[in-house]
């Protein structure tokens, strides 16, 4: 062959390099010269034989891509791009997530300074932190979409039973990317959430070394310590990425042997012509899917960084102690169901006989519940074989995917303190203000707005506040009137509060105010603040209340630094 | 085609605007947030204070309002922390004496991990066995170390208080001795029972001399000189005279540790209500100079 020197000779320098910049060009679509991508781009009839075919066959990326779609599956109805928004998500959060590896270390010592490293002191730190969390959040919406889609659109069934599969193992590893990356900011709502799933391990019916062994595999030591954060660490930037990748790839490859279904009133019952399309409903992957491709890219990258940089912060609490768990830990809310689940009661049937009264929620849960649904969704497609993918013969599968979800969101409801979960009457009300953890509305109020004193919760400071033009105390004063109003009762007609109803406990006599039970009397409420240093005040919620049945002494102090910017942060 | 060529140039236009926009707020963004992670630490830091060590250094950390678990109040068996040798300037008066050679920071929350143990001070790190993890020291330095205001630092250090140079000018100076306020100031305004212990229970003291036989030390420690004289010196100079009556033994030093501060914080009357309260007879000093007269 001849040298580039050769050419040079013959052609003269120019032509050459065209030359070889073509060959270069051709070798590296494995198949396209420039004039086939211009033309391409151009909108250009191809040439015969197609090279736009050439890199499906020959190159590495495309061979996992159709090379051609049938027309009715490229609109925005039936795929909804979820498959594809799933599969940019996890780019998305592979390249955030190597930004965020580089300035962070899985050690107790150090990973929660790290993470206020990287707020602090690395340029574009929290906005690469926030795209990664909302990308998690956003990647396990788009996947759970997208199987959604798929039983709606009955795609599982035959032919694409084992795709379906592929797709509950990519669910359950976005489900544990996600929940393993939790852990890493090393914070308390990280520390709690996690401490309290992997507690299910331990609640395991057979004999007790196993719990205790799967427990101890997953914390690393009896408790979630340096070992477990590294076990976590390298679930979620090793493992499970690359699992994920490789399953990605297989469910890719299902995509290609079997097409993508149709619309499905677009075919006859029972049959797949997916991979029949005629010629001119054909829409080939270049330049039409790849340009479409990369319009959505586009506007997907704009909406997650504009989203980043102007609504969504990602939190950070105080840090991870083993001692301390804050009031109302939460599961993330694509796991709150469980949570829910949790506090239910499963009464044993046969308790007359044998057994318990009731079953432990934790082992019902875990144990059966959990692994019962999971195996029935993966072989699903392999149970549920009806011929006609069309909606009108689907009636009871497609109720029943509706009742699931309605279940799901009310089990997701169930899983918030708002349900079954109740600590003292006082301790709900200042929780609403100024939680020991998380967003408060109080620490919300700019430092200056505050003057030293006392702020009561009625309707005359909050009138005076608005006056004054203290507008964020006047909203946390009101929060707080309404959180008393939930949570009070009256004796003496106050304005806004329930009658008081009185009960008998053994500690004497209760009242209810019809909603929630051992409800405060009468309270007086306030906010004190206090200077403790220069720049820095004491926020006290005080609660008190007279009552001779019922009294009650409440105070909760947090600090408040000048400078600690909770207002925008 | 050509519409979605144009959306994704526009989008991505758009996405590098606003990349520039972030880049550009950034360096205001990213000291905002060092502040506020110095403030969030310290406001942790005032809630480990607050639940942990003002039971001993008192509330806003002047060894003044000190209580118990009830809400009593009690005397303080701490040092004042918020005060101008310790927070103040590069170096403490301590640091010097002990030949302390790393920064304030790292004396403060050396002194919190590792503790005092021979002058009452728990030792609260983790890493000897105490209830505070590192990042929890750094936050109680922290708030300690806020303390430094520009009002507390403003201008040069007081003068020193020139104390009388003998117990004979002291007296001539103050009322008679009132032994009920002594009381008050021996066991809660200066908490000197903390370590001095009850003066009518003997074994009582838990780090210095018991203070039950202070008016029986004529003579005993230093040569010419009365009760009266030796209390009136311990208290001003702890480290001119090293008792050997500490429970264990010997007292450390010098220096004792003893503070060497009261000097500054007590009145002249205070110093007679205690000696009252401690039965030690005033009026029967030899005259010897305690303080030496400020220099011309």
């Known amino acids: ?569 | 085609m050509q519409v979605k060529i144009v959306i994704t140039t526009i989008a991505f236009m758009l996405t590098m605007i606003i990349f520039g926009y972030a880049s550009i707020r950034e360096p205001a963004r990213m000291e905002t947030f060092t502040n506020a992670y110095e403030g969030r630490r310290i406001e942790w830091g005032g809630d480990i204070f607050h639940g942990n060590c003002a039971t001993c250094h008192g509330e806003h950390g002047k060894a003044e309002l000190c209580y118990d678990a009830e809400g009593e109040q009690i005397g303080c068996a701490g040092l004042a922390l918020n005060n101008r040798e310790l927070l103040c300037g590069e170096r403490t008066p301590r640091m010097e004496a002990m030949g302390w050679l790393g920064t304030k920071e790292a004396f403060i929350g050396g002194t919190i991990t590792a503790g005092r143990p021979w002058a009452n001070m728990p030792t609260w790190g983790s890493d000897f066995g105490g209830s505070l993890q590192p990042y929890e020291v750094g936050y109680v330095t922290a708030y300690v170390l806020n303390w430094e205001d520009e009002e507390l630092c403003a201008g040069p250090p007081p003068e020193p208080v020139i104390w009388p140079s003998t117990v004979p000018d002291l007296i001539a100076e103050t009322a008679a001795g009132d032994a009920v306020n002594g009381e008050q100031l021996y066991n809660v305004a200066y908490g000197c029972a903390a370590c001095h212990g009850d003066p009518v229970v003997d074994g009582s003291n838990a780090v210095g001399p018991w203070a039950g036989n202070f008016q029986n030390l004529d003579e005993v420690r230093v040569a010419g000189y009365t009760a009266a004289d030796y209390m009136y010196e311990s208290i001003l100079e702890p480290s001119d005279y090293i008792s050997p009556d500490c429970p264990a033994g010997p007292c450390a030093g010098p220096p004792s540790s003893m503070p060497a501060n009261f000097g500054l914080r007590m009145s002249f009357q205070d110093m007679v209500d205690i000696m009252a309260f401690l039965n030690v007879d005033v009026s029967s000093s030899s005259g010897a100079e305690i303080v030496p007269p400020p220099a011309e």
């Open chain 1, 1 to 569: 062959m001849a040298t580039l020197f050769d050419e040079i000779r013959e052609l003269g320098v120019k032509q050459a390099l065209i030359a070889k910049a073509d060959d270069v060009v051709e070798r590296v679509t494995a198949g396209m010269n420039i004039n086939d991508i211009r033309g391409m781009l151009r909108g250009d009839e191809p040439r015969r034989p197609n090279p736009r075919l050439r890199p499906h066959a020959d190159s590495f990326w495309l061979h996992i891509r159709p090379s051609f779609y049938h027309a009715e599956v490229t609109h925005i109805y039936p795929t909804f791009r979820l498959g594809w928004l799933s599969t940019f998500m996890f780019i998305w959060e592979t390249i955030t997530g190597i930004f965020l590896m580089i300035f962070y270390t899985p050690s107790p010592d150090v990973a929660f300074e790290n993470m206020w490293e990287i707020m602090s002191n690395v340029p574009l730190g929290q906005l690469m932190r926030d795209m990664h969390r909302l990308g998690a959040e956003v990647m396990v919406l788009a996947v759970a979409l997208h199987m959604l889609r798929t039983y709606i659109t009955g795609s599982y069934k035959k032919p694409r039973q084992f795709t379906w599969l592929t797709g509950m193992l990519l669910l359950v590893f976005t489900l544990v990317l996600s929940f393993s990356g939790y852990l890493l900011p090393w914070d308390q709502l990280a520390y709690w959430a996690v401490t309290v799933a992997v507690s299910a391990a331990e609640s395991h019916p057979g004999p007790a070394f196993i719990g205790k062994n799967v427990n101890l595999l997953l914390r690393g030591a009896p408790v979630i310590g340096a070992g477990g954060l590294l076990r976590f660490y390298l679930l979620h930037v090793l493992l499970l990425p690359l699992l994920t990748g490789i399953f990605i790839f297989v469910h890719y490859y299902k995509v290609v042997i079997h097409g993508h279904s149709l619309p499905p009133g677009r075919e006859a019952i029972g049959e797949d012509t997916a991979k029949r399309v005629p010629k001119d409903e054909r829409v080939y992957f270049l330049p039409d899917i790849m340009t479409s491709e990369m319009m959505w890219t586009a506007l997907t990258t704009l909406g997650l960084v504009g989203g980043s940089v102007f609504f969504y912060h990602a939190v950070i609490e105080s840090h991870a102690d083993s001692l301390v768990t804050p009031l109302h830990v939460v599961a993330p809310w694509y796991l709150s169901w469980s949570q829910g689940w949790l506090k239910w009661i499963f009464p044993n049937p046969l308790s007359a006989f044998a057994g318990p009264l009731e079953f432990d929620s934790k082992v019902v849960v875990a144990f059966g519940i959990i692994p019962l649904l999971a195996v029935a969704f993966f072989i699903w497609p392999y149970i549920e074989v009806g011929r006609s993918r069309r909606y009108a013969d689907r009636r009871a599968g497609l109720s029943l995917s509706m009742f699931f979800i309605t279940f799901m969101l009310m089990s997701n409801w169930m899983g918030s303190p708002e349900f079954l979960v109740q600590a003292t009457s006082e301790l709900e009300v200042s929780q609403r203000l100024m939680p020991q953890e998380g967003h408060s509305i109080l620490l919300e109020v700019p430092y200056d707005e505050w003057d030293v004193g006392t702020y009561i919760a009625d309707e005359a400071t909050v009138q005076a506040m608005v006056n004054a033009g203290n507008l964020h105390i006047a909203e946390a004063l009101e929060v707080y009137i309404k959180a008393l109003e939930d949570w009070s009762c009256t004796k003496t007609g106050h304005h806004g509060m329930a009658d008081c109803v009185g009960y008998d406990t053994e500690n004497g006599e209760r009242y209810t105010n019809g909603v929630k039970d051992e409800v405060l009397v009468d309270p007086y409420a306030a906010i004190v603040i206090k200077q403790d240093q220069s720049n820095v005040r004491t926020i006290t919620i005080e609660i008190k209340v007279d009552d001779e049945e019922d009294p009650r002494d409440f105070y909760y102090t947090r600090y408040r630094h000048e400078e600690a910017a909770y207002e925008i942060y």
